[in-house]
C-alpha cells in the first residue's frame, strides 16, 4: 500500500465505530454537509442519484428512537418482545450525534440493483468522508426500517434501506479485522 496516499490510507483504516464510544461533542453542521456531499458524489449509472438521506439530530433523535421502539413494540410478536430490546430501540438512535436515514430512489430508468449500488456506493463515500474528519460510525439495518417508510414520509418509489450513526469517539485506534486479498482472487493471465 501507498503509505503516503491518504486516500488509501483512509479506505484502509475506515472501520465501524458504534455508539458505546460516542462522545457528547456535537457533530456540526458543516461536518454533516460535507459528509453528505461526499456521498452525493458516488457513481451512477445514467446519472439518476438514486440515494436520499433525511438526516436526525438533536429532537429528530428522540422522534426516531421513540418511533423505532414504537414500532419494534408493535410489530414483535409477545413471545419474542422484550422490555429491554424496545428500551435499547430507542437508546440506539439517543446515544449518537446524528442519525442518517438512508433511502434508495428507485427510479424505473435501471435495474433495481444498480439504484441499491449506487446508493451503497454513497454510503461508503459517507463513511469515508466521515472517517478522514475524525468521526465514527456505522451502517445499522435492523428489521424494523422496512416500517419506517410513512415517518420518514417516503414515495412509493423510494426504500429505507439503513440508518448511518455518527458521533465523535473515543475509542482507540486498530486496524479492522479483514481476510486476506489473496483469498478472494484469482488470476487469469
Known amino acids: 500500500m501507498h503509505k503516503s496516499n491518504e486516500v488509501l490510507k483512509a479506505i484502509q483504516g475506515r472501520r465501524a465505530v458504534m455508539q458505546n464510544s460516542f462522545t457528547q461533542e456535537e457533530v456540526s453542521k458543516e461536518d454533516i454537509q460535507t459528509i453528505l456531499e461526499a456521498a452525493n458524489a458516488a457513481p451512477t449509472h445514467k446519472r439518476t442519484q438514486p440515494w436520499r438521506f433525511v438526516i436526525f439530530r438533536k429532537g429528530g433523535l428522540e422522534r426516531l428512537g421513540s418511533e423505532l421502539a414504537r414500532i419494534y413494540k408493535n410489530s414483535t410478536p409477545a413471545e419474542k418482545y422484550s422490555e429491554m430490546a424496545e428500551q435499547?430501540?430507542?437508546k440506539k438512535a439517543t446515544?449518537?450525534?446524528v442519525a442518517i436515514a438512508i433511502v434508495v430512489n428507485y427510479?424505473?430508468?435501471?435495474?433495481e440493483w444498480e439504484e441499491l449500488a449506487a446508493t451503497s456506493c454513497a454510503v461508503e463515500n459517507l463513511w469515508l468522508a466521515a472517517h478522514s474528519l475524525g468521526i465514527g460510525g456505522y451502517w445499522s439495518t435492523p428489521g424494523l426500517i422496512q416500517h419506517l417508510g410513512d415517518f420518514l414520509k417516503l414515495e412509493d418509489s423510494?426504500?429505507?434501506i439503513g440508518l448511518f450513526y455518527?458521533?465523535?469517539h473515543n475509542s482507540?485506534?486498530?486496524?479492522p479485522?479483514?481476510?486476506?486479498?489473496?483469498?478472494k482472487i484469482r488470476w487469469e493471465e
Do not use: F, I, Y
Not at 427510479?107 to 435495474?111: A, C, R
Open 107 to 111: 427510479t424505473g430508468d435501471v435495474p
Open 95 to 97: 446515544m449518537s450525534n
Open 88 to 90: 435499547n430501540m430507542a
Open 158 to 160: 423510494q426504500k429505507c
Open 172 to 175: 482507540e485506534p486498530r486496524t
Open 177 to 183: 479485522a479483514r481476510s486476506p486479498l489473496e483469498d
Open 166 to 168: 455518527l458521533g465523535h
